[in-house]
Structures are given as structure tokens and as C-alpha cells.
């Protein structure tokens, strides 16, 4: 599947995930995250289930780079907790000339790390989701 079809079958997309751990095979092009999806709803009265999250593993397969930007050394980039994530596409190289051109199979996102007022950014073919 693609970002936007992952994104889409999710009732908030990323929004808000907490991730936890990322693995990145550069042998297969395979990252995988491990992540606290917000599965909540804000018009939920209830705040533990306004505020309900799912675990679940987001893998990504045939990546042609995974870049992450250095903490904003402002912030509190060395407190022990979860990157907490926003997430979107980026329309191509000449919104952010420093990654190489891809050819229309890839899809590229973009996470913003809130925690760390920086960026994620990828190019892959597929995404794919696991509940745990």
C-alpha cells in the first residue's frame, strides 16, 4: 500500500503517534517502526478514550532513503520518551532539494518530530501496518 492509503485507513492518520523504536535493515530496505497509534476520538467525551492508542508496527519496504534531522538543540531531544510524530507527504525534490529525485513509484513523507522540532523524512514503494 501507500502513505496515503495507510494514512487514510487510520481514524486520525499519524497523528500524534508515539514512536518507540525504529530498525533500519539497509541490506533490504526495510525500516520499522514501533509505534502507539492515537486510535481516539476528540469528539469522545471520555478522555481515556478520547486519548485511546493502539500498538503496532509501521513497515516500510523499499525505501530509497530514510533521513533524519538532528534535534533542535533548544528543545529536550535527550528526554527518555517516545518521538512524538505528525505526519505528511512532500511533493517532490524541489521542496527539499538536498534528497535525490524519485522516480513516481516512491511515495515520500515526511515526520515532523515534535519533541525535537526537526524532521523524518523517506521515499519507499510500500507501507504496510501489523497491529500487536
Do not use: C
Not at 508496527?57 to 523499499?62: A, L
Request: no cysteine.
Amino acid at each position: 500500500m501507500n502513505y496515503k492509503e495507510l494514512n487514510n485507513s487510520l481514524p486520525n492518520g499519524l497523528h500524534d503517534t508515539d514512536v518507540t523504536n525504529i530498525d533500519i535493515d539497509y541490506v533490504n530496505h526495510v525500516v520499522t517502526l514501533t509505534v502507539n497509534i492515537w486510535i481516539g476520538s476528540m469528539g469522545e467525551t471520555d478522555l481515556t478514550k478520547r486519548e485511546e492508542r493502539k500498538q503496532a508496527e509501521i513497515i516500510i519496504r523499499n525505501f530509497q532513503y530514510f533521513v533524519i534531522d538532528p534535534p533542535d538543540p533548544k528543545y529536550p531531544y535527550s528526554e527518555s520518551k517516545p518521538l512524538w510524530i505528525d505526519s505528511g507527504e512532500f511533493a517532490d525534490s524541489r521542496t527539499k532539494p538536498r534528497f535525490p529525485r524519485t522516480s513516481s513509484k516512491y511515495f515520500r513523507v515526511s515526520f515532523f518530530v515534535n519533541n525535537w522540532n526537526s524532521f523524518i523524512y523517506f521515499a519507499a514503494e510500500d507501507i504496510e501496518i501489523k497491529w500487536k
